[in-house]
């Protein structure tokens, strides 16, 4: 639930200069499926004009979501990227439907031809709750709660994407070495989801595509230990935690969050607040955004939902700068903490990494054999499947005639 549709606006404070994203919904992102130009032109217009580092693509998928046409972020980003120099991705994607090996490849590709500038929005899909009979797509265990689901893909996701190093990558054409394989790990990974690994393609430029935990009020409802353990699940493995602001008022969500007890590597997690384009100053919820915007638990930036041009302009006329002045705050607003290397890099996000020197070697030394299949230069070309949740061995081959796929 967001202040669009509860008709309250919550009070929040911005930790410093705060990092502004854009959620692009409806018939913006059909446009930018579609390359509309006066969708292109005026999101492209934002670049240079306000302070958003980042958007999202897909949040149809995700409850407290926009209804609407489920389009692939993934292929939007790949097509229209290039007309966004200055902003980074997240794609949005639930694990009850995405599996994380194909989700995986999929956030890898695209932070690969992004330059390091893309990552993921793990929620639960908008038919979620309890997982179970046909919500889901996959095979789950029994009851699981869906902060359970989420988190096991989150911890899937970093895993393979460490699983083959871009270090390994050589490319030495005197020895014909292309890679050394003995960094190259299966995960093993045993949990709600079964996933042996390796990820069929290198480590992220930036370490590991951008992590996200969407929460939506919605799915947790008003049971405070609930609220609790949803958000201490997303704190311990995400990069950013996305809330709508039913979760920042006085005494509810954002407990310790300030803490980094319990924390993946000891570090706290940015927060961001989602709202609708009305909500900012200039648009229909002026005079709330304008006083009480700012005040409250601590967050570190906010997500505008847009869905028309109309609401890019709402954007663009925003005065965050005002509404800081007026709450006595301090606060310097609007500064753009554009992306000019890595997403991470742009949004004050620490590189981080898995060990995984402890689970097995993906590759054999080469003459050796796995599975049937003949060596080729070092990589096993094996039938066995990477994900073993029952499905095909389509997305689970290391390598087919010798040919990485």
Do not use: C, K, Y
């Not at 599996?99 to 330059?115: G, K």
């Not at 020895?175 to 042996?196: C, P, W």
């Not at 709402?314 to 607003?333: I, K, P």
């Not at 402890?358 to 060596?375: L, M, N, Y």
Request: aromatic share 4%.
């Amino acid at each position: 639930m967001t202040a669009g549709t509860s008709g309250a606006t919550a009070a929040v404070t911005v930790t410093a200069t705060p990092i502004v994203g854009l959620s692009v919904t409806g018939a913006l992102a059909e446009g930018l499926a579609t390359g509309d130009p006066d969708v292109v032109s005026a999101l492209a217009a934002l670049q240079t004009d306000t302070a958003i580092s980042f958007v999202v693509l897909g949040a149809e998928r995700l409850a407290g979501g926009p209804a609407g046409v489920r389009l692939d972020p993934a292929s939007i980003i790949a097509a229209r990227h290039g007309s966004f120099p200055r902003w980074g991705f997240l794609l949005a994607a639930a694990p009850q439907r995405d599996h994380p090996f194909n989700l995986a490849r999929r956030v890898s590709a695209v932070d690969h031809f992004t330059n390091g500038r893309a990552g993921v929005v793990l929620g639960v899909p908008r038919a979620g709750g309890i997982v179970r009979g046909r919500r889901q797509a996959w095979d789950l265990p029994g009851d699981v709660e869906s902060h359970a689901v989420i988190a096991d893909a989150a911890v899937v996701l970093r895993e393979l994407w460490n699983s083959w190093p871009v270090s390994s990558l050589i490319a030495d054409g005197e020895s014909g070495v292309f890679a050394q394989t003995d960094g190259i790990r299966r995960i093993e990974h045993r949990g709600v989801f079964s996933v042996d690994g390796p990820l069929n393609a290198p480590s992220s430029p930036q370490g590991e595509p951008v992590l996200a935990w969407w929460i939506d009020a919605s799915t947790v409802g008003v049971d405070r230990a609930a609220q609790e353990r949803e958000f201490r699940a997303a704190r311990a493995v995400a990069d950013i935690v996305i809330v709508d602001d039913d979760w920042v008022g006085p005494g509810v969500g954002l407990a310790g969050r300030d803490s980094a007890e319990g924390d993946a590597g000891g570090r706290a997690p940015l927060v961001f607040v989602r709202h609708p384009a009305a909500w900012l100053r200039g648009g229909a919820g002026e005079s709330s955004a304008s006083t009480a915007a700012w005040s409250g638990p601590a967050v570190d930036g906010i997500i505008a939902e847009v869905s028309s041009v109309a609401d890019l302009d709402r954007v663009a006329a925003a005065s965050f700068a005002a509404a800081a002045a007026a709450s006595g705050s301090g606060v310097r607003v609007g500064r753009s903490r554009r992306v000019v290397g890595t997403l991470r890099a742009a949004l004050g996000i620490a590189s981080r990494s898995l060990d995984l020197a402890d689970r097995p070697a993906a590759v054999r030394s080469a003459g050796a054999t796995e599975g049937g299949g003949p060596a080729v230069d070092g990589i096993i070309a094996t039938d066995a499947q990477l994900a073993t949740d029952g499905r095909p061995a389509t997305d689970g081959q290391l390598a087919t005639d010798g040919q990485l796929v």
